[in-house]
C-alpha cells in the first residue's frame, strides 16, 4: 500500500475548513500535508446561516470543538425543531427533533394514536412529546443519557452563522498546521492544483467550491432553480426555527445567539438573491477528485441540512479513505453512497409538497413512502435515510395525513394496560414540562 502524501481542498467557507478540520482530526499525526485553497468567490454569502442537525454536535465532539465556543464563535443557538406554517391540511405543526411516545409491545406508538380517534377520543402526537412542548414553553432543557427517561426521547440542533462558524474553523486548522493558499483561479494539473500560476503539489483533491465545481461533468439537476435572499432582523429568541409557505416559495427564519436570520427562498426572489439549482453529481468521486458539500450536490432547504450532507460526504470519505492508487472500486462505492443519501434526502423535501398532490407523478421511493403510510401507517425506511421512523412520523402527521387504518397487533393488546400505559406516558410529559418551567 503506497500512501497519500498530499491532500488539497479547494474552495473556501465551510465546505473547505471542515472538510480540513475532519481531516486534521483524522490523520493527526500521520504525515499528511493539508493544503486549503481559498479560491476567490467562495466564502459564505453575508448573512447566511444554517440549521444543524443533531448529528453535527457528534461531529463537534470528534472534532474536539466545544459546544460553548461553537455557539459563541459563530452567533449560534440550539434548536428543538421547525414550525411550519401554511403547509399542513389543518393548520400550522411543529416538526421537531423528537419522540412521541414509545413503542408498546413491539408496536409503533403512533398506532394507538390511529385507534384512540378510532374510538372517538381526541388524541395527538403532540401530547406526548416532550420535544413539542419544552419548545413551546421556550425553556430548554439539555437531553438526559439515561436509559428509560422521558428526557432522553428529543435532541437538539444547532443554528450557525456560516461566516463565523467558518472563521472559527479556519482558525483552528491554521493553528494546527493546515497550510492556506490564495487564489483567484484554479485548474486541475496532472501532480494537483495550479493556482494563479502557484503549483499546490496533491494526491489527493477535494474539490469544495460549491455550485461552480471543479467537475460539472454528470451533474443531474433536479427541478427548476431556486432563487435565495438572506436578510437579517433583530433577535427573536425561540427554539424553533418557522417555515412559513408563500405564494412560489417560503421564508425560513432561524433564530441565532445576537441575531435572527432569514431566507427567503423560490424560484422568483425579489432583490439581489443567489441561484440554487437542486442536483446531484451521479459521481463525486472522479479520479483523484472528490467533491465535497455543495461541490457535490445541492438540496433543497426544505427537506434538507447542508451541513449534514457535507458531514454525510466526509464520514464516508474517512470510512472508504484512499490510499495513492485511488481503486476504481472505492470510488464506486463512495458515489453510490452518496447518490442514495441525496435522493433521501430529496423524498423529505418532496414530502411537502406531495400533501397538495399526494397521486401526483414523485420518484419511486417517496410514492412508496406515501401509499405504505397512507394506507396502513407503515413508515418505509430506506437506507441511506435522512430522516428516522419517528421523523417521517411527525411530518406526515404534521401534514395532516392518518392512516386508513391502524395496525391490527393493537388490538390484541390487553386495552386497560395500553390505556394505563398511555397515560402514563402523557403524563410523564406533563411532569417533565413542569420541571422545566419551576
Request: neutral net charge; proline residues 5%; charged residues 20%.
Amino acid at each position: 500500500m503506497t500512501r497519500l502524501r498530499s491532500i488539497a481542498i479547494a474552495g473556501g467557507g465551510v465546505d473547505a475548513w471542515l472538510s480540513a478540520a475532519c481531516l486534521l482530526r483524522a490523520l493527526d499525526g500521520q504525515g499528511y500535508a493539508i493544503t486549503v485553497v481559498e479560491v476567490a468567490g467562495c466564502d459564505e454569502p453575508a448573512g447566511a446561516a444554517e440549521a444543524g442537525l443533531a448529528p453535527l454536535r457528534a461531529f463537534h465532539a470528534l472534532l474536539s470543538l466545544p459546544e460553548s465556543m461553537v455557539l459563541e464563535a459563530a452567533d449560534g443557538a440550539r434548536c428543538m425543531g421547525s414550525r411550519m406554517e401554511g403547509f399542513g391540511l389543518a393548520g400550522d405543526f411543529i416538526l421537531p427533533y423528537g419522540e412521541a411516545g414509545t413503542r408498546i409491545n413491539g408496536v409503533a406508538f403512533h398506532h394507538y394514536i390511529g385507534w384512540l380517534t378510532a374510538q372517538g377520543r381526541a388524541a395527538s402526537l403532540d401530547d406526548y412529546n416532550l420535544a413539542v412542548q419544552i419548545a413551546r414553553s421556550g425553556r430548554f432543557q439539555p437531553p438526559s443519557q439515561a436509559i428509560g427517561s422521558v428526557r432522553a426521547t428529543y435532541t437538539y440542533g444547532l443554528n450557525l452563522d456560516l461566516a463565523g462558524y467558518a472563521r472559527l474553523l479556519k482558525s483552528l486548522c491554521l493553528h494546527k498546521g493546515v497550510r492556506r493558499v490564495d487564489a483567484r483561479a484554479i485548474s486541475v494539473t496532472e501532480s494537483g492544483l495550479a493556482c494563479d500560476g502557484q503549483a499546490v503539489a496533491a494526491d489527493l483533491i477535494l474539490d469544495a467550491t460549491g455550485p461552480r465545481r471543479l467537475v460539472s461533468q454528470g451533474f443531474r439537476p433536479a427541478g427548476p432553480p431556486l432563487q435565495c435572499r438572506w436578510e437579517t432582523e433583530a433577535q427573536r429568541p425561540s427554539l424553533l426555527n418557522t417555515v412559513t409557505r408563500r405564494a412560489g416559495g417560503y421564508r425560513m427564519t432561524l433564530p441565532l445567539g445576537r441575531r435572527t436570520a432569514t431566507a427567503v427562498i423560490g424560484e422568483a426572489v425579489e432583490g439581489p438573491s443567489l441561484t440554487l439549482q437542486p442536483g446531484c453529481l451521479d459521481a463525486a468521486w472522479q479520479g483523484r477528485i472528490i467533491a465535497v458539500g455543495q461541490a457535490a450536490g445541492v438540496s433543497e432547504p426544505l427537506g434538507a441540512s447542508r451541513l449534514h450532507w457535507l458531514q454525510a460526504g466526509l464520514t464516508r470519505l474517512l470510512a472508504l479513505f484512499p490510499d495513492r492508487n485511488l481503486y476504481p472500486s472505492l470510488a464506486a462505492e463512495y458515489n453510490r453512497l452518496m447518490r442514495d443519501t441525496w435522493d433521501r434526502q430529496r423524498d423529505a423535501g418532496l414530502a411537502f409538497r406531495a400533501v397538495d398532490a399526494p397521486d401526483g407523478d414523485w420518484p419511486e421511493s417517496l410514492k412508496r413512502r406515501l401509499i405504505q403510510f397512507r394506507s396502513r401507517g407503515h413508515v418505509v425506511q430506506y437506507d441511506e435515510d435522512v430522516f428516522s421512523e419517528q421523523d417521517w412520523v411527525n411530518l406526515f402527521f404534521g401534514l395532516g395525513w392518518r392512516p386508513e387504518r391502524f395496525d391490527p397487533l393493537v388490538l390484541s393488546q390487553d386495552e386497560a394496560m395500553v390505556r394505563r400505559t398511555l397515560d402514563g406516558m402523557r403524563a410523564a410529559v406533563q411532569k417533565a414540562v413542569s420541571e422545566a418551567a419551576a
